[in-house]
C-alpha cells in the first residue's frame, strides 16, 4: 500500500473542523521541543538490551545515531507536505535495506518504536490539549509511526529475501555439478531444437502441432531450472523475450508459410530471423553461465581476484570478529587512473594485461590474513584485517607507489606505466559493510579530485 499525504489527513476525517490543525501544530511543537529527551530516552534503552547492544557503539550513538533520530522524528511528526512525507518514507526504505544487511532483527527496532510511541503519547497526554483532541493527537502519532515501521519492514524484508535468494540459488548451483557440462548440454538441446525445425522446413513438412521453443527440452529446463540456478541475472530475462519472440511471431509465421507454396525468399528471411534469436540467445546462456562458474569458484577469471560477490560474505564476518574481539579492520578501495586512454590507446587486450600486472602487485604487497577483491572494471577492494588507519595508509601507500614503479609489458616491444589513486577507510563500528565501502568510495573520490595518483584517508 502506498500512503500520501491526503490519505493520511482523510483518515481523521471525522474530527471536527480545526482540530486536526490544531493537534498538528501541538505535535510539532511537542516533537521540536523534546527531540532530543526522546532520542537520549531510546538509545538509553536500547543500549541496555542485551540483544541490541551488539549492533551499537557510544561514539556511534553520540556522533551519529542520535542526531540522525531526531531529524527523523521531526521529518515524520512535523512534515506538513507530500513531498515531506514521502522524503521520510524514501529514507526509512533506506534504513530498512541498511538494517537488512546489517543483520539487525526487526523485531528490536519493533521495541524501539513502541517505547517511542508510549515517550510522545506520555508527553501528550500531559500537554494541554483537550480530552478529544488528546485522543486524535495519540492517534496520529501511532499511526505515522506505524507507517514509518511499516515501510522499513517492507524494505527490511525485500532485501533479506534478495540475500536468501541470492545465496540458495548458489548453493544449487554449486551443488547441482559441472556447470560447463549443463552449459553444453542446454546450448546441444537449443541447436537441437533450431536443426528440427529447419529440416522440417526444407523437406516441406507440417509444422502445426509442432514443438515451439518453450515447450522443448531447452524450453522446459529454462522455465523450470534456470530460474532458480540463474536468480536474478540480468540476462535470464532477455532469453526469455528472445524465446517469446521465436514463439509468439516467428514459429507461427513458419507454419503459416508451410500452408502455401513456399516462397525462397520468406523461407530465408524466416531462416534468418530464427538464426538470430538462437544465436542471442547462446550468446545470452554463455554469458549467464560464466558468471555463475566464476562464482562456483569465488574467482574474477581475468585476474583470479576474489569475486565481488562474496564482499557481503566476508565483510559481515569481518564486522562481526571486530565487534567480538575489539580489533580494527580498514578497506582500501583503489581506481586505476586514466585507464580508458590505456584500452584506447593499446586495445583492450592491452588494458586486461594492466588489470592482471596491478592485481599481481596487490597480492604481493598484503598478507594471507587480508583480501583483495576486483571490485568492477579497473577498481580493487582490499580488506586489511587488524590494522588500524595508520597501517593501512602505509600499506596503500606502499601499494601506490609499487603500481607506479610497475611496468606492464604489451605486444611488439611496447610497454605501459599506470598509477593509482586510493581511497581509505578504517571500520568505525558502523554495522552495515556499506557504509563503510562508501566511505572509502568517497575518500577514493578526493584522492582523484587532488590530482590522481596519491592516498586519502576517510574522516572519521
Not at 483537550?130 to 532485501?159: K, N, P, Q, W, Y
Not at 554449486?174 to 548440454?185: M, T
Not at 523461407?267 to 560464466?290: D, G, Y
Request: net charge negative; glycine share 4%; hydrophobic share 45%.
Amino acid at each position: 500500500m502506498s500512503y500520501s499525504y491526503e490519505s493520511i489527513d482523510a483518515l481523521f476525517e471525522w474530527a471536527p473542523e480545526g482540530a486536526l490543525a490544531l493537534v498538528k501544530q501541538e505535535i510539532s511543537q511537542l516533537v521540536r521541543r523534546d527531540k532530543a529527551v526522546l532520542a537520549d530516552a531510546f538509545y538509553d534503552y536500547m543500549m541496555q538490551d542485551p540483544n541490541a547492544s551488539p549492533f551499537l557503539s557510544v561514539k556511534a550513538v553520540e556522533a551519529r545515531l542520535k542526531p540522525g533520530l531526531q531529524k527523523w522524528l521531526e521529518r515524520l511528526l512535523c512534515h506538513d507536505s507530500e513531498a515531506e512525507l514521502q522524503a521520510v518514507l524514501a529514507m526509512q526504505r533506506h534504513v530498512g535495506e541498511v538494517h537488512a544487511r546489517a543483520e539487525i532483527p526487526l523485531q528490536l527496532v519493533a521495541r524501539g518504536m513502541r517505547l517511542l510511541k508510549r515517550e510522545i503519547c506520555s508527553r501528550i497526554v500531559a500537554g494541554r490539549l483537550g480530552r478529544s483532541e488528546t485522543l486524535l493527537a495519540i492517534m496520529r502519532v501511532t499511526h505515522l509511526i506505524d507507517v514509518a515501521f511499516e515501510e522499513m519492514s517492507a524494505a527490511f524484508e525485500h532485501s533479506h529475501e534478495h540475500e536468501v535468494r541470492t545465496d540458495e540459488a548458489y548453493r544449487m548451483s554449486a551443488g547441482s555439478g559441472d556447470l560447463l557440462l549443463e552449459r553444453e548440454r542446454q546450448t546441444s538441446a537449443l541447436l537441437d531444437w533450431e536443426s528440427r525445425l529447419f529440416r522440417a522446413m526444407a523437406m516441406g513438412l507440417s509444422l502445426e502441432g509442432g514443438t515451439s521453443l518453450t515447450s522443448s527440452a531447452f524450453g522446459l529446463w529454462l522455465n523450470h531450472k534456470a530460474a532458480l540456478i540463474f536468480d536474478n541475472t540480468r540476462e535470464l530475462p532477455l532469453i526469455a523475450e528472445c524465446v517469446a519472440r521465436v514463439d509468439n511471431a516467428i514459429f507461427p509465421e513458419a507454419v503459416f508459410a508451410r500452408k502455401k507454396a513456399p516462397v525462397p525468399d520468406d523461407v530465408r528471411a524466416l531462416i534468418k530471423a530464427v538464426t538470430s534469436e538462437v544465436e542471442q540467445i547462446r550468446f545470452l546462456l554463455a554469458s549467464m553461465f560464466e558468471r555463475l562458474t566464476d562464482l562456483e569458484v569465488g574467482r574474477d577469471v581475468l585476474t583470479q581476484l576474489f569475486n565481488r560477490r562474496f564482499l557481503p560474505t566476508i565483510m559481515k564476518r569481518e564486522i562481526e570478529l571486530s565487534r567480538r574481539k575489539g580489533t580494527a579492520f580498514c578497506v582500501l578501495l583503489l581506481d586505476i587512473d586514466l585507464f580508458k586512454q590505456v584500452n584506447d590507446r593499446f586495445g583492450h587486450e592491452s588494458g586486461d594485461r594492466v588489470l592482471q600486472n596491478v592485481a599481481g602487485v596487490l597480492v604481493g604487497q598484503v598478507r594471507a590474513s587480508d583480501f583483495v577483491f576486483r571490485y568492477g572494471g579497473e577498481e580493487f577492494l582490499i580488506l586489511l584485517a587488524e590494522v588500524d588507519h595508520i597501517k593501512a595508509c602505509s600499506v596503500a601507500e606502499k601499494i601506490r607507489r609499487r603500481i607506479e614503479a610497475s611496468v606492464t609489458p604489451l605486444t611488439d616491444d611496447q610497454s605501459v606505466s599506470v598509477t593509482a589513486s586510493i581511497g581509505v577507510a578504517a571500520h568505525d563500528g558502523h554495522p552495515d559493510f556499506q557504509h563503510l565501502v562508501d566511505r572509502a568510495d568517497k575518500a577514493l573520490y578526493q584522492a582523484k579530485a587532488a590530482g590522481r595518483n596519491c592516498t586519502v584517508l576517510a574522516e572519521s
